[in-house]
């Protein structure tokens, strides 16, 4: 059975730096690949990014590439998704999914999903 639990979420100023962590069930990382969605208040869900479990392959949405890391740890079963120079409108609920593949067009479709952990970004 899968299960997905997020940590790691917390408050931090713009500019900031946090990394948030998916600890999966066992095997779960062998046969899915991991994703990372996001939904703020009043907005629809926001595809972040996933990685491959095949081949470690990532992809991003446009709105983080370049100050988002996904990565994962299969022997500890945990994906990680680091986020840096922070800002306001990166402020949700982020979620970890899982899904056989990384499909880009379809960011947001996962059949696994974790209870979500609170990023706030404000002065």
């Known amino acids: 059975q899968v299960q997905l639990a997020e940590s790691g979420g917390g408050s931090v100023p713009p500019g900031g730096s946090l990394r948030l962590s998916c600890a999966a069930s066992?095997?779960?990382?062998?046969?899915?690949?991991i994703g990372w969605a996001r939904q703020a208040p009043g907005k629809e869900r926001e595809g972040v990014g996933c990685?491959?479990?095949?081949?470690?392959?990532?992809f991003y949405a446009d709105s983080v590439k370049g100050r988002f890391t996904i990565s994962q740890d299969k022997n500890n079963h945990v994906v990680y998704l680091e986020m840096t120079s922070l800002r306001s409108e990166d402020t949700a609920v982020y979620y970890c999914?899982?899904?056989?593949?990384?499909?880009?067009?379809?960011?947001?479709?996962?059949?696994?999903w974790g209870q979500g952990t609170q990023v706030t970004v404000s002065s």
């Open positions: 990685i491959s479990s095949r081949d470690d392959s990532t």
């Open positions: 066992t095997f779960t990382l062998d046969f899915y690949s």
């Open positions: 999914a899982a899904r056989p593949w990384c499909n880009p067009d379809k960011p947001t479709e996962y059949d696994y």
